[in-house]
């Protein structure tokens, strides 16, 4: 299952140390090779010798090694392997990553490599809750890195809580997963998700009830087929997803400048539900009860399109395939393809918003919604109802096949 993959093996502090051993057994046994780098705080757990009789290879440990250092081992290490696995990953090694340290073997090497990075964490819970570790984990997400775990459980220290490592064969299979088929791999997508909240003074906005659902199951499921998602997401109440790039805004004019700034990609999915207008003036102050006609008139003007401006960019930065979506309360068809001739993106994913004729909300906040797909010319297909996540594998399969199509 990992014949040829080449790992380079970072182990961190942590009594969970000992439970690589497996790992490293189970790696060489399925075709994979491990070279390992240990810390010194790894040495007070398990011992290089034994890393090196399972791994069957050298292990590294020094930064100041002459031998190694001649042939500059901690650039060499990181361009030799397929994929940097950290495990475990201490809370000082994670913190080190997410600060650009690099004041030993194994944190060198971390920030010199040029390979995808995944790491399996492992601390006592307390440490792993605390908002500083939890900030560096956002950061190292947002910088791309891959994570497996931690698991929750009774923990070595006595306590119980989240910050186990995951056990190898999790590990493995995740190794596995990272190595399988992924048909998007190098394709870069940016996803606009949730609603945007427009100011009318510091304390109120002008919003819509976007929960941002199908934007992020969206995100995940490209990502998971290897794609490089940026997600720029308004106001929701959604954890940002694991390896990806989240930005987070929340005006549509923030939420088109972080649009260009990704730019380039090969696709733009448009699931945000932008709101078309904002506030001309927003009161620098709370407008108070009490305010006169002049001061609680809103006067609206219009917000940018970005759907539209990311469709109509000249044809070297536009992306290859340019996604929007069509709420509508009404005649859904109708609009659907005036949205088509107004905005010019390639597809358009249609459905139904507000309450059904019982009274029932539909789409917005929902778990399944009734989607139409239809293309450029016209062709629709009815998917009927689904729930978010199959609405984004019948999409992920649709942009496969465009990519099949194409070749
Ligand atoms: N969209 C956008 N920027 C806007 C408005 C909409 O990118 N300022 C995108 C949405 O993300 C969606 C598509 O355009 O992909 C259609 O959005 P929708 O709200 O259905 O339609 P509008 O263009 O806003 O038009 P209307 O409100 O008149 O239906």
Known sequence: MLEGKKILLIISGGIAAYKVLDLIRLVRKNGGDVTCIMTKAAENFITPLSVASLSQSKVYTDLWSLTDETEMGHIRLSRECDLVLVAPASADIIAKMAHGLANDLASTTLLASDKPIMIAPAMNPEMWEKPVTQDNILKLKNYGTLFIGPESGD????????????????????????????????????????????????????????????????????????????LISGPTHLHPPKNMITISVNTAEEMLEACKKALPADIAVCTAAVSDWRAKNPAAQKIKKTASKSQNTLILEENPDILKTISQLPRKKRPALVIGFAAETENLHKNAIKKFESKKCDWILANLVGKDISGKERAFGCDRSHIYFITQDKDTEDWSLLSKKETAQKLAKKIINYYNESK
């Open 155 to 230: 923990m070595a220290c006595g306590e119980t809580g989240t910050g186990r490592l995951s056990e190898p064969e999790t590990i493995f299979q995740s190794l596995c997963t990272f190595f399988s088929d992924k048909p998007l791999a190098k394709k870069k997508i940016i996803i606009t998700a949730g609603p945007t909240y427009e100011p009318v003074d510091p304390v109120r906005f002008l919003g819509n009830r976007s929960s941002g659902k199908q934007g992020y199951a969206i995100a995940e499921t490209l990502r998971d087929l290897g794609a490089e998602v940026t």
